[in-house]
């Protein structure tokens, strides 16, 4: 068999590209999505940073009031290395 023979033998047509024009449906949307994901990652952002507030002050609370001062090994280790 030849090159030619085994090309010919699939019997596949080449389908021809016809560029769509683009919906104004699709279009509107797109631009909505845009326009709400600003607003999306700045409240993602707010809560961000109040859960971060809310953690830190646990956490100061918890070595201010707590006896660290005279706990040994590794438990000081593992107590300020922990949130990092």
């Known amino acids: 068999m030849t090159e030619r023979k085994i090309e ?23 631009e909505k999505l845009v326009g709400e994901s600003i607003s999306a990652v700045k409240d993602t952002a707010k809560q961000f940073v109040v859960a971060t ?5 646990i956490y100061f609370h ?10 040994e090994g590794y ?5 300020f290395f922990f949130p990092l």
């Open 53 to 57: 507030g809310l953690l830190q002050e």
């Open 8 to 30: 010919g033998e699939g019997g596949e047509e080449e389908i021809p590209f016809v560029p769509a024009e683009p919906d104004p449906f699709w279009e509107r949307n797109a």
């Open 62 to 71: 918890s070595i201010a009031f707590s006896e660290i001062r005279r706990a």
């Open 75 to 79: 438990s000081v280790f593992i107590f």
